[in-house]
């Protein structure tokens, strides 16, 4: 049987190829065009609102929590599949990191420029909704993978995914929760953080619950591994490289033009930390309100009315209207700065 991986198999593994999920396992350094997934997707998701060459959490953040959680999730699997007992732990452990890693294109949804089409509740539910169907989407092609490698019936393997997944889920929305009414500091909240906060405090409610069936379920269902996570006779990743490659260039055009904007929104807030306000007030009047994400507050945040004063006193003569109504307006008043 061929088992070189091919230039479909990246994307037929999302549909729970057989076959697909074979080669991949077979192939050796899988896990770079995962790698390169990882990053096309952490372009996705943060191209709008993150400054990709000055704010490196676009990339660390995705790898290091997939590791945590990937190493939890497979901790949870090893011993009620007694993976250990065909495998070796390490091999079967970083078969299962490139299956978690190849699951990151479902993350492309995040990429729709929602935001840009609707009004932000309208845009946050979609959001909502593009989660919801990435962790299943995810938690259905993962349950797929391992039943196809370790010859476990679905019904052993979903509940034993389910459970740690779960438990993550609610561990996150509980502390994610906690932010949202933290950062408003007791202020009513605006309608579309209301609509997160609710969103999140159901995920964590409905994730105690899914805990606790896939818990008890897994110890209704039977069933060990008769293979390991991972195959021998496999080929070069060259095809899927390339694919991956291909999508981490195609996120990077996507990303330019907001990328422009977002690095603009990054060194105004630069310079309003640093405290150099004339400086702050001369880039932006140098701007048009076109030049900054029109999706996003305009910094500074309206909560900072002493800095937005300062903001309007240090602005020139000839600063644009614009600048000077919004951060008036964000101060409160209707004139602008104070008299001169």
């Known amino acids: 049987m061929n088992r070189r991986m091919r230039a479909a198999d990246p994307f037929l593994y999302l549909l729970g190829h057989r076959a697909a999920i074979e080669r991949i396992a077979a192939t050796p350094r899988a896990w770079l065009v995962g790698v390169l997934l990882v990053l096309s997707a952490g372009i996705a998701r943060n191209y709008d609102h993150l400054d990709l060459l000055r704010e490196p959490e676009w990339?660390?953040?995705?790898?290091?929590?997939?590791?945590?959680?990937?190493?939890?999730?497979?901790?949870?699997?090893?011993?009620?599949?007694?993976?250990h007992a065909v495998g070796g732990y390490w091999r079967q452990q970083g078969s299962f990191l490139t299956l978690a890693w190849l699951t990151a294109p479902?993350?492309?949804?995040?990429?729709?420029?929602?935001?840009?089409?609707?009004?932000?509740?309208?845009?946050?539910?979609?959001?909502?909704?593009?989660?919801?169907?990435?962790?299943?989407?995810?938690?259905?092609?993962?349950?797929?993978?391992?039943?196809?490698?370790?010859?476990?019936?679905?019904?052993?393997?979903?509940?034993?995914?389910?459970?740690?997944?779960?438990?993550?889920?609610?561990?996150?929305?509980?502390?994610?929760?906690?932010?949202?009414?933290?950062?408003?500091?007791?202020?009513?909240?605006?309608?579309?953080?209301?609509?997160?906060?609710?969103?999140?405090?159901?995920?964590?409610?409905?994730?105690?619950?899914?805990?606790?069936?896939?818990?008890?379920?897994?110890?209704?269902?039977?069933?060990?591994?008769?293979?390991?996570?991972?195959?021998?006779?496999?080929?070069?990743?060259?095809?899927?490289?390339?694919?991956?490659?291909?999508?981490?260039?195609?996120?990077?055009?996507?990303?330019?033009?907001?990328?422009?904007?977002?690095?603009?929104?990054?060194?105004?807030?630069?310079?309003i930390r640093a405290g150099d306000y004339p400086a702050a007030a001369a880039f932006a009047a140098a701007r048009t309100r076109e030049d900054f994400p029109k999706h996003q507050e305009f910094p500074p945040r309206s909560a900072f009315r002493p800095i937005l004063i300062d903001l309007l006193d240090a602005l020139p003569a000839d600063a644009p209207s614009w600048l000077r109504d919004e951060w008036s307006i964000k101060a409160g008043s209707p004139r602008g700065a104070r008299e001169r």
């Not at 995705?62 to 699997?77: C, D, E, R, T």
């Open 106 to 271: 479902c993350a492309w949804l995040y990429g729709i420029p929602v935001e840009k089409m609707t009004d932000i509740v309208t845009a946050t539910k979609w959001n909502i909704g593009f989660l919801a169907v990435v962790a299943l989407w995810r938690v259905a092609i993962v349950t797929r993978a391992l039943a196809v490698l370790s010859e476990v019936p679905v019904r052993r393997i979903l509940p034993l995914v389910l459970a740690p997944a779960a438990l993550e889920m609610m561990v996150g929305s509980y502390f994610k929760s906690l932010s949202l009414i933290g950062i408003m500091g007791g202020v009513r909240l605006p309608p579309h953080t209301q609509l997160l906060k609710d969103a999140t405090d159901f995920t964590a409610t409905a994730s105690f619950w899914v805990f606790l069936a896939a818990v008890l379920a897994c110890c209704l269902t039977r069933g060990v591994a008769s293979r390991p996570l991972h195959r021998s006779g496999g080929g070069g990743a060259k095809l899927g490289l390339w694919v991956g490659a291909l999508a981490l260039g195609f996120w990077v055009l996507v990303s330019f033009p907001d990328q422009l904007l977002v690095a603009n929104r990054k060194r105004l807030e630069d310079l």
């Open 59 to 83: 990339f660390i953040g995705p790898f290091a929590a997939s590791l945590v959680s990937i190493l939890f999730l497979f901790q949870f699997l090893l011993w009620p599949l007694k993976l």
